[in-house]
């Protein structure tokens, strides 16, 4: 039996406004091993986004349990939170979320000063991780000079220098024309044969394709690929 870096048991999220609540995940189960790239798929509004937060304890979850590396993820301080984070996990967005007035070093090198690495050991560290996205070259640039396929391998840079054990990435290529969401994919393929598990939310079939599983989430619960030994869809593709 390999590792199970993420085990999700009978998960419920609800978003409470006012006297209405809307029950987004209904009761999710899911196990990713370590050492993944897995897609999660739905249509838009089933829940995609919310799941990925609670993963990556960016939002809390109402029922049920979450363990993070066989540790119980519940309720708990944005401090303790932002250890848990800084310790397993890297986050990429569709719209890159990189800092503007900010050059690509400085926005590579941020994790590491919030982990009190000096100025010259953080700067060093990350242009290797710019060096290895090939944008070497582009270490002074602001954002707003660079492209979109650029900006998110800077991006994937910035989620790479604190070593984490998990990459979650929601709509990643969602930004990018085809040929671009390909080399994208590229680099978290290289990122995944490095040993680090990949968790991609789209609504691409393309790009889910080029994972080894595709999670599907439908009306607040998982239609099929919940588990990488279950389903029959799961056992089609392995066999
Ligand atoms: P997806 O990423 O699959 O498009 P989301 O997880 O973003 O879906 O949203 C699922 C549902 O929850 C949607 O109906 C959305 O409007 C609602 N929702 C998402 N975030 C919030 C929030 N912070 N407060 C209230 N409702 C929300
Ligand atoms: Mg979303």
Redesign the pocket.
């Known amino acids: 039996m390999s590792n199970k870096i993420i085990r999700l048991e009978n998960l419920h999220k609800s978003?409470v406004?006012g006297k209405n609540s809307?029950h987004?995940l209904k009761g999710i189960d899911m196990n990713i091993e370590e050492g993944e790239m897995v897609a999660i798929m739905?249509?838009?509004?089933?829940?995609?986004?919310?799941?990925?937060?609670i993963l990556g304890i960016l939002d809390n979850y109402d029922e049920g349990a979450y363990y993070l590396n066989d540790i119980l993820i519940r309720k708990m301080s944005e401090k303790k939170a932002a250890q848990f984070r800084n310790k397993y996990i890297g986050f990429i967005f569709q719209s890159f979320n990189l800092i503007s007035f900010k050059t690509a070093l400085e926005n590579v090198a941020l994790p590491l000063y919030y982990q009190n690495v000096n100025r010259k050991k953080r700067n060093a560290i990350a242009l290797e991780y710019l060096d290895r996205m090939g944008l070497k070259e582009w270490a002074h640039h602001l954002p707003s000079e660079m492209s979109g396929g650029q900006k998110q391998r800077i991006a994937i840079a910035r989620a790479l220098i604190s070593k984490p054990k998990i990459i979650l990435a929601?709509?990643p290529t969602g930004a990018l024309d085809t040929q671009t969401s390909y080399e994208v994919m590229d680099i978290l393929h290289e990122v995944n044969e490095s040993g680090i598990t990949v968790i991609i939310?789209t609504?691409e079939t393309d790009i889910a394709d080029r994972t080894q599983r595709i999670i599907r989430?439908r009306d607040g619960l998982i239609e099929s690929g919940e588990s990488v030994n279950t389903g029959a869809e799961t056992s089609a593709v392995a066999g």
Not at 42 to 53: C, I, P, Y
């Open positions: 978003y406004m809307l987004v739905g249509s838009s509004g089933s829940g995609k986004s919310t799941l990925l937060n929601d709509e939310v609504h989430l």
